[in-house]
């Protein structure tokens, strides 16, 4: 069985890890603007985040 103090570390290690992968998602332009298409589809609101995308990747 595993001990409380193991468990502790664990939860605590996948918090940090999650919160990680939540930052690197909001300073990404390209995985803002797919959230972006996901929540609007092609509708041209996405537009800014399309252009900063692109100029990220040049």
Do not use: E
């Not at 468990?7 to 930052?23: M, N, Q, S």
Request: hydrophobic share 35%.
């Amino acid at each position: 069985m595993l001990s409380m103090r193991l468990l502790v570390k664990i939860c605590v290690l996948l918090t940090i890890i999650a919160i990680g992968l939540t930052f690197g998602q909001r300073s990404n332009p390209c995985s803002r603007y797919r959230n972006c298409m996901l929540d609007n589809g092609d509708n041209g609101s996405c537009d800014f985040y399309d252009r900063m995308c692109r100029a990220s990747r040049q």
